[in-house]
């Protein structure tokens, strides 16, 4: 019996070690990332704040690049849940186009900057990483490049004077969004999460014009 229960929880041990030390990587990521900059730390420097080997991070991760990667995924999908849960609210279909703006906006960035760390690591210091990086960030553009444009369209089939070339004008509030949402992670204090939804809200209005009337 008793060898029976120290098999079982060796078992369980092993299957539950891989995911402990993945979270405390992650975890070492975003503080070391955030506050010493991703140029100057090592693997070994997560790894002696993660309280890992060298060889268990290179069990769960490629490279650093790797595990930056990871943690951008984590708080862009979660920005980006968050819009798309708040487009099944009360209230968002029938609300006027600024407000639904707003909400949107309101609920991306109290989503992605709850954690002053996260969003300096997710949108400063993913930048000029390298190519490969680069690539994964104008993947994830196209994501909310897309999301945009259905916005903006919807905007327009209410009347709007949105600018008959959706894709520029998406692409413009796309780059300032990313251009915003950096000086927030270098400044957070100086730019604040509610400022973030007013000035992203005035410039989407601004693109997508008033309107000449509003139809369901």
């Not at 002696?48 to 991760?61: P, S």
């Not at 309101?106 to 930048?127: I, M, N, S």
């Not at 945009?148 to 894709?167: C, F, P």
Request: net charge negative; charged share 30%; aromatic share 8%.
């Amino acid at each position: 019996m008793v060898d029976t229960g120290v098999e079982l929880w060796d078992g369980v041990r092993t299957a539950r070690e891989p995911a402990r030390c993945r979270a405390q990587l992650m975890a070492a990521g975003r503080t070391l990332f955030a506050v010493y900059g991703y140029a100057r730390t090592s693997v070994e420097d997560l790894c002696a704040t993660a309280q890992v080997q060298v060889r268990d991070f290179y069990r769960e991760f490629a490279s650093r690049e790797a595990l930056l990667t990871e943690l951008y995924d984590e708080i862009a999908t979660r920005g980006m849940r968050a819009s798309e849960t708040e487009l099944t609210a009360e209230g968002m279909d029938t609300c006027p186009t600024e407000e639904r703006v707003y909400r949107l906006f309101d609920a991306y960035v109290r989503a992605v900057t709850q954690d002053p760390k996260e969003a300096r690591v997710a949108f400063v210091e993913v930048l000029g990483v390298s190519r490969e990086m680069d690539e994964h960030l104008a993947m994830w553009r196209q994501v909310w490049t897309d999301f945009l444009t259905q916005e903006a369209e919807r905007a327009r089939g209410r009347g709007h004077a949105v600018d008959s070339n959706l894709a520029v004008v998406v692409k413009v509030l796309t780059r300032s969004v990313d251009e915003l949402l950096a000086h927030h992670g270098r400044r957070p204090r100086q730019v604040p999460p509610s400022w973030l939804t007013s000035e992203f809200t005035r410039l989407s209005m601004a693109m997508i014009g008033p309107a000449s009337g509003i139809r369901p």
